[in-house]
């Protein structure tokens, strides 16, 4: 299965952003982010994986196996 990230911003109750790329591994790891850094911290980590995901054509959890193995 191929992984396409969509960025999906929203707002939390309390008016903190939040992002979502459409993948439960890749999300939980972004809420990890925003719990533990600045909101534009958290966007370019955001953007980052985005664009990392789409070069690379991997499903997260397949793409970890094989990566920087040699």
């Known amino acids: 299965m191929t992984f396409s990230p969509c960025v999906i911003r929203s707002s939390t109750a309390a008016g903190e952003a939040r ?3 459409g993948h439960p591994l890749v999300d939980r790891y972004l809420e990890f982010v925003a719990g533990r850094s600045r909101p534009n911290t958290l966007r370019a980590v ?3 994986l985005k664009t990392f995901f789409a070069v690379v054509s ?3 959890i397949e793409g970890g196996r094989g990566w920087g193995r040699g």
């Open 19 to 21: 992002f979502v790329l």
């Open 46 to 48: 955001t953007f980052d």
């Open 58 to 60: 991997k499903d997260p």
